[in-house]
């Protein structure tokens, strides 16, 4: 049930970006067992395999051990929200996985810094990013409520009010989505 109601998003909202993160047993970079900690697996593509390149390379920039580094790997596995969509929806896809044996603050600090650069590289934050003062979003439209998509029930159980988000989920929705709103056509480079 809940599946299909991402894919039902993921069709109704024409995504172009997706980023599930995940944790794994181990590193992949352990010959002894067979895991996908510490990489990026990620559906090919002419814009994802460079901006996965740039990401594993920044990530790695701050590790010094080798086996912790992370890994470039194609094709998440079948059956993944991240396959699927790749395959049959053309959404540059990517599965970010960690290893379960590094820290809990580790693990999270990477989640956290592979989003940064995901959204800094798509323009979403940095410098040119819409900001309170410089919306994505005309002064027609109003406020960043008119670009939320239409819900049945409220995001939180027992809450009616699912406009109460982050000021950059709104900008991230607007951004990544094909529908009103569209990343500019000079798409980026990623170096």
């Not at 047993?25 to 352990?30: E, S």
């Not at 603050?105 to 309170?132: C, S």
């Amino acid at each position: 049930m809940i599946a299909r109601e991402i894919w039902r998003v993921f069709s109704d909202y024409r995504v172009e970006w997706l980023l599930d993160l995940h944790e794994a047993l181990d590193f992949y970079r352990n010959p002894a067992v067979n895991s996908v900690g510490q990489t990026i697996i990620h559906y090919p593509s002419a814009i994802a395999t460079p901006l996965g390149r740039l990401a594993v390379e920044e990530l790695n920039r701050g590790i010094s051990v080798s086996l912790h580094q992370f890994t470039l790997l194609r094709y998440p596995v079948q059956g993944s929200i991240a396959r699927a969509a790749g395959a049959f929806l053309g959404v540059n896809s990517y599965l970010f996985e960690t290893s379960r044996r590094l820290p809990l603050a580790e693990r999270i600090a990477y989640h956290v810094q592979v989003v940064e650069i995901f959204l800094r590289e798509l323009g979403v934050t940095g410098p040119g990013a819409p900001t309170r003062r410089r919306p994505l979003y005309p002064a027609s439209i109003g406020s960043p409520s008119a670009l939320a998509p239409p819900m049945t029930r409220p995001c939180m159980p027992g809450r009616a009010d699912h406009l109460a988000r982050p000021y950059w989920s709104w900008a991230a929705f607007a951004a990544m989505s094909r529908g009103r709103w569209r990343l500019p056509a000079s798409r980026p480079s990623f170096r």
